[in-house]
């Protein structure tokens, strides 16, 4: 399934629907009046409608004009938008971005032949850098539909769905856990001398630097460029490995331990 010229409905024009939107708007993969966004209470949308994106609190209209349906409600909104959107459903292919529903859930609740997708974006899909992990019981062709939509907002990568959640942990929560290492090595900067800004600054440009040399180093290791900033006896292997006494990477995998047992809970 090509993009051009296919209709996309995005149901839930949250904070979600509408990161997709803006990107989907600024990667000029389809035309804006083939994009069709809902919500209950539509003010707030009106430069979107401006754009000559259809918005509309009507799901089921929404869904019958739609190739692709995008739902981005929150999970207790689910059996009201399936329930809205149900008779209107036939050919579409259905991408669910919502936490903790299973494919499997969503085929029983949707209808066995349907095909759906399941997408995992982060926060960083508003800057286009998201992580979005994809599961999927759709075909290949369509799988690659939803892949295309992401690409445009970030990486994507296909994951079994038994790992959703473990990439909801990784990818999702993983935006806050790079954040506080980001202002934690910002505060440490301040210590040694640097104001506010420029600790920041120096911080994040050298955490996406780090990020980058793996991103675009072909095959490049962790531990490989690490070796090549730490000279025998010198300052950064002192503080790396002070930082591994006091826990560094035991207190990271820990965490994500953690946040895997929660949301297994949730
Ligand atoms: N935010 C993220 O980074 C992120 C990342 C990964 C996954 N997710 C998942 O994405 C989903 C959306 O998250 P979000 O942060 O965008 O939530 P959100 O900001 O609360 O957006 C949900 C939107 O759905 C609309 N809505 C509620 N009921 C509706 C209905 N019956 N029909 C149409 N629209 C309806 C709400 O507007 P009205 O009240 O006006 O209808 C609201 O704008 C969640 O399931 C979340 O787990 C979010």
Known sequence: MELTNKNITIIGAGNLGLAITNGLLKSGLLKNNNLTITKRKLDGLEEFAKQGIKITSDNREAANQADIILL???????????????????QQLIISTLTGVKLSVLQNKLGQNLQVVRAMPNTALAVQQSMTCISTLASQKNTQVVESIFEVLGKTIVIEDELMQAATVLGASGIAFWLRLIRATTQGGIQLGFDAPEAQKIAVQT?????????????????????????????????LNEMEHQGLSSALIQGLVTSFKKINEI
């Open 72 to 90: 981005a409600v929150q999970p207790q909104q689910l059996d009201t938008v399936i329930s809205d959107i149900k008779n209107a459903l036939n």
């Open 207 to 239: 955490c996406l630097g780090a990020a980058s040399l793996l991103q675009n180093g072909g095959n490049a290791h962790p531990e490989s460029e690490i070796d090549k900033v730490t000279t025998p006896k010198g300052c950064t292997i002192s503080g």
